[in-house]
């Protein structure tokens, strides 16, 4: 009985080795024949997104410099992603790599109004599903506005399905969850989707 417990004692106080960071260079990404770059987001990008992100949500701003500069500075298990043309910051889109165990969750993703409809949310969302898988998870999951029916239209789009119902999960409306499951999916068939991406 004893050796039982200590051995769960030494397992809790075995030192975490930490994963490497997230390794996300610049690309060249060609999306319904518009080029675009898209690269890691760092500290200097956080006023564009937040620009992004008000004219999203009509104004709010549902996240703050902080919230943003917290996630971006966690090399570790955080990703964030940006994606310009012609040098002007038009969408981007965020990951948390450990939400639970083996399970990465979509803390963001935003697109301009006049870019959205041409494939680039599809494209982020595709990217974040590649990297989740490279890092290790299993399944990787987001939140929607119940109301939100474009939205949820597209996460089905790339292979998300519904999975539970968050009561009053935003102030004022439920929210939705959806799932991705990383295991056993082809995640390669990218130029048959309308996008290809060049690492530079």
């Known amino acids: 009985m004893l050796k039982k417990y200590k051995d769960k004692l030494l397992a809790l106080l075995k030192p975490v080795q930490a994963r490497p960071n997230l390794d996300f260079g610049c690309h060249n990404v060609v999306v319904e024949d518009k080029n675009y770059l898209m690269c890691r987001a760092i500290i200097p990008d956080i006023a564009e997104m937040l620009e992004i992100e008000s004219a999203v949500y009509a104004g709010d701003q549902p996240w703050s410099y902080e ?79 119940r109301s939100n029916l474009e939205a949820q239209a597209l996460y089905r789009r790339a292979g998300f399905k519904e999975v539970a119902i968050k009561n009053a999960y935003y102030k004022d409306e439920d929210g939705l969850e959806y799932s991705y499951n990383l295991v056993n999916r082809n995640l390669k068939k990218r130029v048959e989707k309308g996008w290809k991406k060049i690492r530079i």
């Open 67 to 145: 919230d943003f500069e917290k996630h971006i500075q966690n090399k570790l298990t955080s990703l964030y992603i940006v994606v310009r043309y012609e040098d002007r910051m038009v969408a981007f889109a965020g990951c948390d790599f450990t939400y639970g165990p083996s399970e990465a969750h979509v803390t963001n993703i935003a697109v301009l109004p006049e870019y959205q409809h041409q494939g680039l949310g599809l494209m982020m969302l595709e990217t974040l599903q590649t990297e989740a898988k490279k890092y290790g998870c299993r399944h990787l999951s987001l939140d929607v506005r």
